[in-house]
């Protein structure tokens, strides 16, 4: 039986959960999320809780099972709290600027890059070096962040670039000089 995947869901106060078949709807106060989940995947909700069962401990039923209640778990916590990546810019030169919805990223280019939001996703620049990603799908959110990322990505040699904030940066030796010669 899968760890994940026999945890029963707790509905927090305020969210409705709608399930259609193999359509869940979630409705919060941040939003509105929908996803699809597999046709063999059984979700049943009950005084507020969702449970989500398996047909068969077949290795694919396993791996859908716990799949499948955190795909709903996502959703539930997405429209209740929201999700937020945060990342960091190294570098002399290097910020970034918010221009209406757009993000504007001086990362050392003849030109400055501009990115464009996706739908119910919000940028926010506390500091030149440091961008905020905020939306209810995390899904979203982790590719819009990694988008961003892949403008610059950080270097061995000094960390030059955009990273994630918790990410850490295995760094290289610079030149060992010239050996001495006989």
Do not use: C, W
Not at 9 to 30: F, R, S, W
Not at 39 to 59: A, C, H, L, T, Y
Not at 78 to 98: E, F, M, P, S
Request: charged share 25%; proline share 7%.
């Amino acid at each position: 039986m899968s760890r994940i995947g026999r945890k029963p869901i707790t509905i927090p106060q305020g969210v409705q959960v709608d399930i259609l078949g193999n359509t869940v709807k979630v409705k919060g106060p941040k939003g509105e999320l929908q996803q699809v989940v597999h046709p063999e995947m059984k979700i049943s909700q009950d005084n507020g809780i969702i449970n989500v069962e398996r047909p068969s401990d077949q290795k694919e039923h396993r791996s859908l099972h716990g799949l499948t209640r955190t795909l709903v778990f996502n959703m539930i916590n997405g429209v209740t709290n929201g999700y937020t990546k945060a990342l960091d810019i190294n570098g002399v030169g290097y910020r970034a600027a918010k221009q209406g919805n757009n993000l504007v990223l001086t990362m050392g280019y003849s030109h400055p890059v501009e990115i464009q939001p996706l739908p119910g996703i919000e940028f926010d620049v506390p500091a030149p070096n440091k961008i905020m990603v905020k939306g209810i799908d995390k899904q979203i959110v982790g590719q819009m962040a990694a988008e961003i990322r892949a403008v610059r990505e950080p270097e061995p040699y000094k960390g030059k670039g955009i990273k994630y904030e918790s990410e850490i940066i295995r760094r290289k030796a610079g030149k060992a000089g010239k050996a001495a010669k006989k």
